[in-house]
């Protein structure tokens, strides 16, 4: 139980467009789903917290303007990057914590974004 | 504000010894405390999650303790094997906040 998803695994765009990743809980039901970008060797860094049927919370230092968060369904968050450049590209990671278990998570497969 | 520290960043021993992570961190408030590992280009995967009120937690070869007073935890590994080898991430969560503090890291390879 508690299996996250995410498509697509990895995505290749060009600069200046826009691109979409979803992130599913599959056997369980998201109040909160969670969205981290993941440098080369570096740590996750969280960048925005989701909650249906609400805005999503970013966290100091992320445009939410460049990164569209929906959470339109307790089982499907997504995340698009806008108008993306070279520096968008990352490893994102969405996360789901299960009602009432708020307090943990559950970690997708990740999205390799590499924008040319 | 909390932070997460994993000491050493990086971690080479031969195949069968036993091994010990270290996590420290800031703000001994904690909810609860979990360890990760994760595998080149992927995402994590939960190995054990220890609650405030808990010592440590056991599930297979590994076992994860937590001194909450002293804001430290370790994961400790026994009888390594070569598919041991992956980053092992600490992460905290704080009373009334859902968020997960995420420790630096610590890069293991187990020597065949």
């Known amino acids: 139980g508690a299996v996250v998803s995410q498509h697509p695994s990895w995505v290749i765009c060009k600069s200046g467009t826009s691109v979409k990743i979803e992130c599913r809980s599959l056997?369980?039901?998201?109040?909160?789903m969670f969205w981290y970008r993941q440098f080369p060797k570096q740590s996750l860094m969280l960048m925005a917290t989701?909650?249906?049927?609400?805005?999503?919370?970013?966290e100091q230092g992320v445009e939410k303007d460049k990164f569209l968060i929906n959470h339109a369904s307790l089982t499907l968050s997504t995340l698009t990057v806008t108008s993306a450049h070279p520096e968008d590209s990352s490893f994102y990671i969405c996360?789901?914590?299960?009602?009432?278990?708020?307090?943990?998570?559950?970690f997708g497969p990740g999205t390799r974004l590499t924008v040319l | 504000k909390q932070e997460v520290t994993q000491i050493p960043a990086a971690l080479s021993v031969p195949e069968g010894e036993n091994l010990v992570l270290n996590c420290s961190f800031t703000?001994?408030?904690?909810?609860?405390l979990q360890w990760f590992r994760q595998d080149p280009g992927k995402g994590l995967t939960s190995l054990l999650l220890i609650q405030s009120s808990q010592r440590e937690q056991t599930s297979g070869r590994l076992n994860a303790s937590l001194d909450k007073s002293s804001g430290r935890s370790t994961l400790y590994i026994a009888a390594s094997q070569p598919g041991d080898s992956a980053t092992y991430l600490c992460a905290v969560t704080n009373f009334g906040n859902e968020k997960l503090t995420f420790g630096t890291g610590t890069r293991l390879t187990i020597i065949p």
């Open positions: 703000d001994s408030a904690i909810y609860n």
């Open positions: 996360s789901a914590a299960p009602h009432p278990r708020y307090n943990e998570q559950f």
């Open positions: 989701s909650n249906e049927g609400s805005k999503a919370t970013y």
């Open positions: 056997d369980f039901q998201a109040t909160t």
